[in-house]
């Protein structure tokens, strides 16, 4: 998923470790790109760490079509140009993995990554979210050999193919429209009698002939030794078992926080940071952005929107600073 554009402009990166940044921003979905391009654009000094390719889940969408002014947009070209205008504002990134954040008695923050220890006076938390997983036995070991959580990332290698899908919201609605354009059938199953997704993707599905939904179907096993060799379900009405012999399952079924590293910094409801209107958390100069943080809409735009609020507060908060 790492970009050109992005490989070329990663041997430009000119970060230091010796030097006190205004802020450090953890992520680099279009939370954290949003949050560095106000940040410079106030005039600041930014590091941007991400630990594995800039654009984050977006980069993993394979048509946008709810950023108002672009009528569609792979997700991944987005990401592009996001990092091509910070990169332009001359933004300082490295591609680390952040492992823990510490206030020091000063104030500032310092944070430390699987390489290298920064110095920040503010931080922007913007990790985001992970795809939650089903917890079964073997789910691990079967990522790989049949089991995808992504399909933008494996739906190719099942071209003229029969494939399963589990989830009803909109990634799974999104996985299962764009599997239906080069698979040879799309087996969507769902545990509830409906969809929780966007009306207009819903509809699409619906009209789109070879995706067949199954709905009440609850996963209860991967069958198989060494790799995935079937799905076994429980219908939740009938309370009947079903085993689907395959060797593929696009498991896309929500999101999860990882926040962790956070819970001596900051305050957390179910795993997401709580911030004020300010996306300030409860701990003055740390500010958190986009899917990472308790909110009840989670996209692209309300990202972009978190990351403008926090970047004019934090430049306010480093204003008052001596
Ligand atoms: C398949 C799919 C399709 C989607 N389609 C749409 C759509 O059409 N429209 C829409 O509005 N939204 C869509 N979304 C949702 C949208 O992508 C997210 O709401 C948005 O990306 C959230 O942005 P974010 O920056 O908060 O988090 P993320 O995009 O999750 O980015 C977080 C980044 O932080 C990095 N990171 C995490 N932990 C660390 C760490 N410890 N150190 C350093 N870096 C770290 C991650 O690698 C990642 O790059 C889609 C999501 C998916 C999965």
Same mark, same amino acid.
């Given at each position: 998923?790492?970009? $050109?554009?992005?490989?070329?402009?990663?041997?430009?990166?000119?970060?230091?470790?010796?030097?006190?940044?205004?802020? %450090? =921003?953890?992520?680099?979905?279009?939370?954290?790109?949003?949050? @560095? &391009?106000?940040?410079?654009?106030?005039?600041?000094? %930014?590091?941007?760490?991400?630990?594995?390719?800039?654009?984050?889940?977006?980069?993993?969408?394979?048509?946008?079509?709810?950023?108002?002014?672009?009528?569609? =947009?792979?997700?991944?070209?987005?990401?592009?140009?996001?990092?091509?205008?910070?990169?332009?504002? !001359?933004?300082?990134?490295?591609?680390?993995?952040?492992? #823990?954040?510490?206030?020091?008695? *000063?104030?500032?923050?310092?944070?430390?990554?699987?390489?290298?220890?920064? %110095?920040?006076?503010?931080?922007?938390?913007?990790?985001?979210?992970?795809?939650?997983?089903?917890?079964?036995?073997?789910?691990? #070991?079967?990522?790989?050999?049949?089991?995808?959580?992504?399909?933008?990332?494996?739906?190719?290698?099942? $071209?003229?193919?029969?494939?399963?899908?589990?989830?009803?919201?909109?990634?799974?609605?999104?996985?299962?429209?764009?599997?239906? $354009?080069?698979? &040879?059938?799309?087996?969507?199953?769902? &545990?509830?009698?409906?969809?929780?997704? *966007? +009306?207009?993707?819903?509809?699409?599905?619906?009209?789109?002939?070879?995706?067949?939904?199954?709905?009440?179907?609850?996963?209860?096993?991967?069958? !198989?030794?060494?790799?995935?060799? !079937?799905? +076994?379900?429980?219908?939740?009405?009938?309370?009947?078992?079903?085993?689907?012999?395959? *060797?593929?399952?696009?498991?896309?079924?929500?999101?999860?926080?990882?926040?962790?590293?956070?819970?001596?910094?900051?305050?957390?409801?179910?795993?997401?940071?709580?911030?004020?209107?300010?996306? #300030?958390?409860?701990?003055?100069?740390?500010?958190?952005?986009? *899917?990472?943080?308790? +909110?009840?809409?989670?996209?692209?735009?309300? @990202?972009?929107?978190?990351?403008?609020?926090?970047?004019?507060?934090?430049?306010?908060?480093?204003?008052?600073?001596?």
């Amino acid at each position: 998923m790492f970009t $050109k554009t992005q490989a070329t402009l990663k041997d430009s990166s000119n970060v230091q470790t010796n030097k006190v940044y205004d802020t %450090v =921003i953890i992520g680099g979905g279009p939370a954290g790109m949003g949050a @560095a &391009l106000n940040l410079l654009r106030a005039g600041r000094s %930014v590091l941007l760490l991400e630990k594995e390719a800039f654009g984050g889940q977006m980069a993993t969408s394979p048509r946008v079509e709810n950023i108002p002014g672009t009528i569609s =947009i792979s997700g991944l070209e987005f990401a592009d140009l996001m990092f091509e205008q910070i990169s332009s504002l !001359g933004v300082e990134f490295e591609l680390e993995e952040v492992e #823990e954040v510490k206030k020091n008695d *000063d104030n500032s923050f310092s944070i430390k990554t699987n390489y290298n220890e920064y %110095v920040a006076k503010t931080i922007v938390i913007s990790n985001g979210v992970t795809h939650r997983k089903m917890n079964l036995p073997k789910e691990e #070991e079967f990522v790989g050999k049949g089991i995808s959580f992504c399909a933008v990332c494996d739906g190719a290698f099942y $071209k003229g193919k029969e494939v399963n899908l589990i989830g009803d919201a909109n990634t799974a609605l999104q996985y299962a429209l764009l599997l239906s $354009k080069y698979c &040879l059938r799309v087996n969507m199953f769902t &545990l509830f009698d409906k969809f929780f997704g *966007d +009306k207009v993707l819903v509809d699409r599905l619906l009209e789109t002939e070879n995706i067949f939904i199954r709905h009440n179907m609850n996963l209860v096993e991967y069958l !198989g030794e060494d790799k995935l060799e !079937g799905l +076994k379900f429980q219908n939740t009405e009938t309370k009947e078992f079903i085993e689907i012999p395959t *060797d593929n399952v696009f498991i896309a079924i929500g999101q999860v926080p990882h926040n962790d590293m956070f819970k001596d910094l900051v305050n957390l409801e179910k795993g997401f940071i709580v911030t004020d209107e300010h996306m #300030e958390t409860s701990c003055p100069g740390v500010f958190a952005v986009g *899917d990472t943080r308790k +909110k009840d809409v989670r996209q692209i735009v309300t @990202a972009l929107g978190d990351a403008s609020i926090a970047s004019f507060y934090c430049d306010k908060y480093l204003s008052l600073l001596k």
